[in-house]
């Protein structure tokens, strides 16, 4: 069962990192328009931005890989749970239609920091599922480091850092 | 998080773990009110360094109804804590704090690591997450330069 959870928590990854791609797509589209219009502090808002939703995807590609190796090299686990996955934790969310319906700054920022919360679930499920120190030691040292990857990102565009006292749901 | 988990044994060695992140949560408030007292802090940092102190509180929140509800007794809150001193200047301040939201984050880690029922890993690991925000938003203000990583 071990690798059910980190296969999905690998599609977390995998679907997150397609997201923020797409964010820093349309943030580039959005920046060249910002450009255009001369507004240099959201042309430096959005530059950051990108560059931190890059960042953030890469971090998501590289843990995905992390998750599929370990799910392939490590299936049995008899340990651990046999409970099935929470329905919310299952599927990654479609993004689709708000990220077609984007035109700010602040709705690229609450698609990331959905798509990496979402992420951070479904580890914390892993979490209460995996009995492995190692894995367990391996999704904690995930969960920090979206924490931290959010922040960052927040604070590179100078938005509030610390917006909630809890992973989002 | 959720459902809380049912209950766990009276001897169980988690109630150790969730009692002692609780009054490390405790100590955090406790510190983050001694750096806010005198006005040492710019109005950017006091700002930042109240959200902590009521992260803190709500996370002291969510060990303790997790520690009543699989059935053991959580703790007061202690009248003192033993703090760094002196907390000095702004700087001085900031990187007493961040020294010590690293240490509860890494303490996280480890009591999660080693929590023997894994069904209250969820409502720990989310304080774990907003308080690694903490150590990022800290790094940040103290212009430490840190970075975006898969695994920290």
Not at chain 1, 78 to 101: C, G, I, K, M, N
Not at chain 1, 136 to 141: G, W
Request: aromatic share 4%; glycine share 4%.
């Amino acid at each position: 069962m071990t690798s059910v959870h980190l296969t999905r928590i690998a599609n977390f990854e995998i679907a997150a990192a397609q997201v923020l791609g797409k964010v820093a797509r349309i943030a580039e589209a959005q920046l060249g328009a910002a450009a255009r219009r001369e507004e240099g502090l959201t042309v430096a808002r959005l530059r950051a931005f990108k560059l931190s939703v890059n960042a953030l995807a890469a971090a998501n590609t590289e843990r995905a890989a992390l998750w599929n190796t370990q799910a392939s090299t490590d299936p049995q686990d008899s340990s651990t749970s046999t409970t099935t996955p929470t329905v919310s934790a299952q599927q990654p969310p479609d993004f689709s239609e708000r990220l077609a319906q984007a035109s700010s700054l602040a709705d690229l920022l609450t698609i990331v920091d959905d798509a990496e919360a979402g992420c951070a679930r479904a580890l914390t499920a892993g979490i209460a599922e995996i009995s492995s120190e190692s894995l367990r030691s391996k999704l904690l040292q995930a969960l920090v480091a979206i924490a931290e990857g959010l922040a960052l990102t927040r604070a590179a565009i100078e938005e509030e850092m610390l917006p909630w006292s809890a992973i989002p749901e | 998080m959720g459902v809380m988990p049912p209950r766990i044994p009276e001897d169980s060695p988690d109630f150790d773990v969730l009692n002692s992140l609780l009054q490390l949560e405790f100590r955090e408030v406790a510190l983050i009110s001694e750096i806010a007292v005198g006005e040492r802090l710019d109005p950017t940092e006091a700002d930042l360094a109240e959200k902590m102190r009521r992260h803190h509180l709500a996370h002291a929140d969510v060990l303790a109804r997790l520690i009543e509800s699989v059935g053991g007794k959580a703790g007061e809150v202690r009248e003192r804590y033993v703090l760094p001193t002196p907390l000095g200047d702004q700087r001085r301040a900031l990187e007493t704090l961040l020294v010590s939201e690293s240490h509860l984050v890494e303490m996280y880690k480890f009591a999660i690591g080693n929590l023997t029922a894994l069904k209250l890993s969820p409502s720990v690991a989310s304080n774990l997450f907003v308080d690694a925000m903490h150590v990022a938003a800290l790094k940040t203000l103290l212009e430490l330069s840190p970075s975006i990583v898969a695994l920290a």
